[in-house]
């Protein structure tokens, strides 16, 4: 466990694709009105969805170090996206866990005093990650309901010392857990049993209790899986109150059990949760399925990993602030 001394969320600038675009997201800056982004393939409109994010977060100054990834074969999108931006970069991959994984390389780097401030960002899109991970969507292969539907969006979130309204106060690294689940269409039922694993291991070693907190959020369990993480958590005792899961939330009507994708967390928790005044201490777990198609044709049980952040947010300052940047937009 991490514990970390002022560091702060300074900014963030998000872009969704064109279902995000009418669902209960609230405060995202751009929306796609198509999938192609006015590119010629879904993997450009990737890389662009990034580079408008950077773009943005970086045109009034230049970050130190950039850390973060996206679910496409070897990190491609996010690699393309700074190839020529001449800014140190931290590749990583956790799946859908990328998010946590990066917050909290990048405030353990700020922390430490190597640097003074840093960009997270991450990516996915649904018609590349079913392409990469499933089916190509043109094959028309059915999806059972338990299934989960990728996210399209990406978020860029920047980091310092420098005081702000949003606080991240400590972190925990979570273990590869052996799901024992083998089908790849129950991402909720791969990762319940990692959040479950992460969110006691959290509690424990920050000597804090569930009561303590005024919210937890998962990051894509969906219908499925937060049943499943409420139940095992039920039988450890540790009965959740104040709970919601990003996957769960994020889509109005969707057939499926929720949404999934590294930036479904990060889009619900900073477009919609820090905007509710009820929630000033939270726990958010970012969930991620560590499978690859090859294992899952040789009928491998699929792992997961889950890492969790305590972040506070003062509420005064940021209404201050929004009130600030709606007078200069």
Known sequence: MFNFKDIYINNWFSVVGPLEKNSKLKNYDIAMSDYYFNESTVEKAEIKMQNVVLNYLTKSKTPNIIVGGDLSNQIV?????????????????????????????LASLIDSKKISEGICITSSH???AEKEFRFPIEYGAPKPMRSTFTVTGAIGLYLSKTKSNIKIVNGTIGCVIDSYVK??????????????????RHLNLTKTKIEDYDLVVTGDLGLVGEKIFREILKQKN?????????????????????????????????????????????????????????????????PAISHALTIEVERWQLYIHFYFVALFV
């Open 126 to 128: 649904n018609l590349n």
């Open 183 to 200: 089908d790849v269409y129950n991402m909720g039922g791969v990762m319940a049993l990692s959040a479950a694993d992460t969110l006691i």
């Open 77 to 105: 999108t996010t690699n393309m996206a700074l190839k020529d931006r001449n800014i140190p970069y931290l590749g990583l991959y956790s799946a859908c866990a990328t998010s946590g994984e990066s917050l909290i390389t």
């Open 238 to 302: 540790t009965k959740l109150k104040n709970y919601v899961d990003a996957g769960t939330l994020i889509y109005n009507n969707i057939k499926y059990s929720g949404g999934s994708g590294p930036v479904t967390l990060p889009l619900v928790f900073f477009n919609n949760i820090v905007h509710n005044k009820k929630y000033k201490k939270i726990i958010y777990i970012a969930t991620g399925s560590l499978h690859s198609p090859v294992l899952v044709n040789q009928k491998n049980t699929i």
